[in-house]
């Protein structure tokens, strides 16, 4: 019989479509004296009875729902994994209100953000760009969400948060606050030192967060 926690992590691995181990042991062991050795037994426990999937070529290994399509080697993986650590920075932060992995807002050719989060009563928008775009593919990006705010069903428009180690020229005549950052840990981090100057809607990162 599956217990409490076995579902919390099945829906977990449902949402995030794939995690690692160690994010595992953290977000479902944290507080025990050894999660990861913990995490390890429900994990192999989980594996055997079928109710999970796991993939061996990474280093933690990372898992899968049962019903998980998802190539074992699939190059979508490292991107996964990628929005579960801004999930794990928001969590660790505080005041994380909500997170939704890849939402829709309509059908191919709508803005398809990696994530929707509210973070201390904030909403925001988060592309985790692993690969280099060029200005002109964010550029058209960002027009889609441009199409979504004219559209007027979500209001108030959350602002956009790009997140890459490259920082895209962006002309700022949105009518959204669009920002960037290297992960979201470095976006509070900036929040926190620019505190009190002029805002800066072309990247820099000057906003109020709900207390």
Known sequence: MLTKRDRAIIRDLNKFRVMDRDSIAELH?????????????????????????????FVPYVYFGAESTVKKNSAK????????????DARRAGRLESFLVEPKYGGKGTVEP?????????????????????????KQKLDRY?????????QPFPHVLILSAHRYAIDGSYPFKVFQAESFTQFLQALKGNAGKKPNHTGGIKIKIGQ
Not at 77 to 88: N, P, S
């Open 77 to 88: 993986i490292g991107h996964w994994l990628a929005i579960l650590e801004v999930y794990k």
């Open 29 to 57: 062991f944290e507080g025990l004296k050894n999660p990861k050795g913990a995490a390890n037994n429900v994990l192999l426990r989980l594996l055997r009875d079928g109710h999970i999937q796991r993939a061996t070529a």
């Open 114 to 138: 990696d994530a929707t989060m509210r973070y201390r009563k904030t909403e925001f928008f988060v592309e985790v760009q692993k690969t280099l775009y060029s200005d002109k593919q964010m």
């Open 146 to 154: 441009v199409d979504l705010y004219e559209a007027k069903v979500l």
